[in-house]
């Protein structure tokens, strides 16, 4: 996942301003999607709850509340491409042994 530095620039670059607000509305998601990501890459790394609240000047619980949705989005999205990316190697797979 790349930081959201497009819809940053869409969203400064912007010279009218409802479509400003637009952008910086898309901004506004693409930093929660990012800080989601990156309290999901700290919890890998064996960070807690604490130190993520701490990182972020708020609770570990207001930490948990405002991010778990984004990280669970986040594994979901994971899980899906695995599938996906299995399927296709199964279908792969079947397509060879039906050419023989």
Do not use: C, F, N, Y
Not at 8 to 28: G, M, S, T
Not at 51 to 57: K, Q
């Amino acid at each position: 996942m790349e930081p959201p530095a497009g819809a940053w620039r869409r969203a400064a670059d912007e010279r009218d301003p409802l479509a400003a607000l637009a952008a910086a509305r898309e901004l506004k998601d693409e930093l929660a999607r990012w800080e989601a990501h990156l309290a999901r890459k700290a919890l890998a790394d064996g960070e807690t709850w604490e130190t993520i609240g701490a990182a972020l000047g708020i609770s570990r619980q207001a930490a948990w509340e405002r991010l778990r949705r984004g990280i669970a989005a986040e594994i979901e999205a994971d899980k899906e491409r695995v599938r996906a990316q299995r399927e296709r190697l199964v279908e792969k797979k079947r397509s060879a042994r039906g050419s023989k």
